[in-house]
């Protein structure tokens, strides 16, 4: 029955009661998009000022900011080699330099580390080419995250030569692939804890790698500072980025 057909005392109360529906779905999308924001920009964690300057002074390392990402290439030795990092959820791409950097300078690595939209990687559409194309001189890619980057670098995996994953696990099945990949994790990660790993080990391909840094937690895999619900770290965060970089330079594919 159309609104002509209806009786007329009948026609302004189903009115109001779609514009009353509409409205209210309205203010359910608006609380919702308003929670989100507020979410992903309360309690972003920054990089540690201290190990931040001592990266930024090392004059191996050169830092360039390009806004989608920051680039971290070799003053000299640059090998070809690359890896697009991305980080873990609300934290600040600045809160990896110093973790990554003995990678750069001392394996010749660059590194393009993201800036995800809304400080979460699941939130970002952007392909893998828009970070690759920072460094146009780098022959052969992987792509790696920490914690939620992790499980974008996944998504985006086929796309590269190799996947790493730091304290972090697929969410899709790339089992049947032939794509090289290295876990590195941590022995006191109380967020990607090792049964978490060892759990979600079938979405990787057979010949993955698997290595787990003795007293790392899930935060030694930044220099950001402590993260809630994390356990607590042993091991010295030099000793674990040190770790890191001999793992990713006997790892990463060359051309």
Same mark, same amino acid.
């Given at each position: 029955?159309?609104?002509?057909?209806?009786?007329?005392?009948?026609?302004?109360?189903?009115?109001?009661?779609?514009?009353?529906?509409?409205?209210?779905?309205?203010?359910?999308?608006?609380?919702?998009?308003?929670?989100?924001?507020?979410?992903?920009?309360?309690?972003?964690?920054?990089?540690?000022?201290?190990?931040?300057?001592?990266?930024?002074?090392?004059?191996?390392?050169?830092?360039?900011?390009?806004?989608?990402?920051?680039?971290?290439?070799?003053?000299?030795?640059?090998?070809?080699?690359?890896?697009?990092?991305?980080?873990?959820?609300?934290?600040? !791409?600045?809160?990896?330099?110093?973790?990554?950097?003995?990678?750069?300078?001392?394996?010749?690595?660059?590194?393009?580390?993201?800036?995800?939209?809304?400080?979460?990687?699941?939130?970002?559409?952007?392909?893998?080419?828009?970070?690759?194309?920072?460094?146009?001189?780098?022959?052969?890619?992987?792509?790696?995250?920490?914690?939620?980057?992790?499980?974008?670098?996944?998504?985006?995996?086929?796309?590269?030569?190799?996947?790493?994953?730091?304290?972090?696990?697929?969410?899709?099945?790339?089992?049947?692939?032939?794509?090289?990949?290295?876990?590195?994790?941590?022995?006191?990660?109380?967020?990607?804890?090792?049964?978490?790993?060892?759990? !979600?080990?079938?979405?990787?391909?057979?010949?993955?790698?698997?290595?787990?840094?003795?007293?790392?937690?899930?935060?030694?895999?930044? !220099?950001?500072?402590?993260?809630?619900?994390?356990?607590?770290?042993?091991?010295?965060?030099?000793?674990?980025?040190?770790?890191?970089?001999?793992?990713?330079?006997?790892?990463?594919?060359?051309?």
């Amino acid at each position: 029955m159309t609104d002509r057909e209806l009786p007329s005392a009948i026609r302004p109360r189903r009115r109001r009661w779609l514009r009353w529906v509409l409205g209210g779905l309205g203010a359910v999308v608006v609380l919702l998009v308003g929670g989100i924001l507020i979410y992903t920009q309360v309690g972003v964690m920054g990089a540690e000022p201290g190990p931040l300057a001592e990266a930024e002074q090392n004059t191996g390392l050169t830092i360039t900011d390009d806004g989608a990402g920051i680039v971290l290439s070799p003053t000299t030795g640059a090998t070809g080699q690359g890896l697009v990092f991305i980080p873990g959820a609300k934290v600040e !791409a600045e809160g990896y330099i110093a973790t990554l950097a003995d990678t750069v300078v001392d394996d010749g690595i660059t590194v393009v580390i993201t800036r995800p939209w809304l400080n979460l990687a699941f939130f970002d559409p952007r392909p893998l080419s828009t970070f690759t194309d920072l460094a146009p001189d780098v022959t052969t890619w992987a792509v790696g995250g920490h914690s939620l980057g992790g499980v974008r670098a996944c998504q985006l995996a086929s796309d590269a030569d190799a996947l790493v994953l730091f304290a972090s696990y697929c969410a899709n099945d790339l089992s049947a692939s032939e794509l090289p990949v290295l876990s590195l994790s941590g022995s006191e990660d109380g967020l990607s804890t090792p049964q978490k790993i060892t759990d !979600a080990k079938g979405q990787l391909p057979p010949t993955a790698t698997f290595v787990e840094i003795p007293g790392a937690s899930h935060a030694s895999f930044g !220099a950001y500072g402590p993260q809630p619900g994390d356990g607590t770290p042993t091991a010295d965060p030099a000793e674990v980025d040190r770790v890191i970089a001999e793992q990713l330079g006997g790892f990463l594919p060359r051309s």
